[in-house]
């Protein structure tokens, strides 16, 4: 909400720098162009890219590590627990996304919030690859979920700041950039994968921190003469009045999350639970937040009334995309024909069929978006077609439910992967287009932390439906994957139908 004593003059005078800085494209940047885009997009390509290196690839051993025994590298801990662990970690990745876009929208502008961001990431990667145990754990999935957080929204915010509102390069861009994404999602788990298996877990680990270390000094190296102003401004400054009661404010609810989980009140078990309830509140107060807010105006509040559907949708997806990590992980190690020419492959490799198909298809998208133009598909039936092909996929898995030990053909979860990866396609990129798209001026960065609150919400959700999981009960398993494709079937069909009511909220976004 809006601090009731700063003067009116200031909050129009930075509304107004907002609005012109996110209109504006710096000269040089239009000069130089990276496959026709910004040469800013190079720069933001390559961090995001060596980020998401480590992060999927710290992530591709991480469920393991924590439920293989002790005598095999590993903590020991109960697979449910596990499962909800990596869901709350997971959903706890987006949600720092709030605290991102607080710290970027109020006190440091979004540039300078990247780039601490991922200097926080390198430190929770060093802890993972250097601290033994639980402390580790635990200190390493902290840092990197707040770091994670803060480079996923504020890099997109920089480069949604690098286009004109209406520029028809946007989307495009977008895929761009999650091609870079995805590169870094290809390579990480089969080169840590691959380290885990001939050194262990702790050496996959520091092997993510030179990823990560990569990155930075890349980013460093590029900083100033390819994002320009793109991200400096701060849209909402927080008045230093202020600065003491948010400090107590984080410090309280850090005391209080870490005495939940230590004292047993929040049992391991529960973790993805609560993570999906607070991603759920804060959520609700960031856009009543900005709603409400005198710095939105009306247009931009009819956007984020169209905003809500698409939100539900996004929520549902992820909550089966983000099966990867949980239920796909644990099905990949138990029940998958993992064996290719005599062969057999880690079971984080099956992680890496979805960014290679990314990589492969999103330059197809790209090239799809940018020839079509204005006569593309709008936004909700992208998000529609999108919840339909996710929630088709499950239905693959039915003729193999409740089969023995690597009895599942690997080309089978190929397929799978491969219509995971449309369906990705036709959402994720475009979402995170389309929060640049809808965000109020004075918002960028807190209606981006709300589109990832989506992503916390579906990720979270995955470690939750996970504990419904029982690969050893044919009929249990047939129903887990019936009710969850159906149900992402029938979002789909609504939206089709919501399509011109959207549309019309968004005014002049399509």
Known sequence: MTNASDSQGAHALATDANRAAASAVPEHHSTRTFFGQPWGLANLFGVEMWERFSFYGMQGILIYYMYYAVTEGGLGLDQAASTSIMGAYGGLVYMAALIASLVADRLLGSERTLFYSAILVMIGHTSLALV?????????????????????????????????????????????????????????????????????????????????????????????????????????????????LWALVSVATVVVAVGLVMTGILPLAHLATAVSIVALVAAIVMWLQMYRSDLTTPVEKSRLIGFIPLFVSAVVFFGIFQQQFTVLAIYSDLRLNRMVFGYELSPTWVQSFNPLFIIIFSGVFASLWTKLGNRQWSTPIKFAVANVIIGISLFFFIPFSGGEANSTPLLAIVWILFLF??????????????????????????????????????????????????????????????????????????????????????????
């Open 132 to 244: 033994p145990g639980v402390p580790g754990l635990a200190i390493g999935l902290v840092c990197i979920a707040i770091g994670s957080g803060g480079v996923k929204t504020n890099a997109q915010v920089v480069l949604g700041q690098l286009y004109e509102r209406n520029d028809a390069r946007r989307d495009a861009g977008f895929s761009i950039f999650y091609m870079g994404v995805n590169i870094g999602g290809l390579f990480g788990p089969l080169l840590t994968g691959w380290v885990w298996g001939m050194k262990g877990f702790h050496w996959g680990f520091g092997l993510a921190a030179i990823g990560m270390a990569a990155g930075l000094i890349q980013y460093i190296l590029m900083r100033k003469t390819t994002i320009g102003a793109a991200g400096h401004a701060v849209p909402n400054p927080l008045p230093k009045s202020k600065y003491g």
């Open 421 to 510: 990866t449309m369906g990705e396609l036709l959402l994720s990129p475009v979402g995170n287009s389309l929060a640049t798209k809808v965000s109020p001026a004075a918002f960028p960065s807190t209606m981006m932390a709300l589109w990832l609150m989506a992503v916390a919400m579906g990720t979270s959700l995955a470690g939750m439906l996970a504990g419904f999981y029982d690969p050893n009960d044919a009929a249990a398993e047939n129903t887990f994957f019936i009710v969850l494709g159906v149900t992402s079937i029938l979002l789909g069909i609504v939206l089709f139908v919501l399509k011109k009511w959207i549309l019309k909220k968004f005014v002049d976004v399509r």
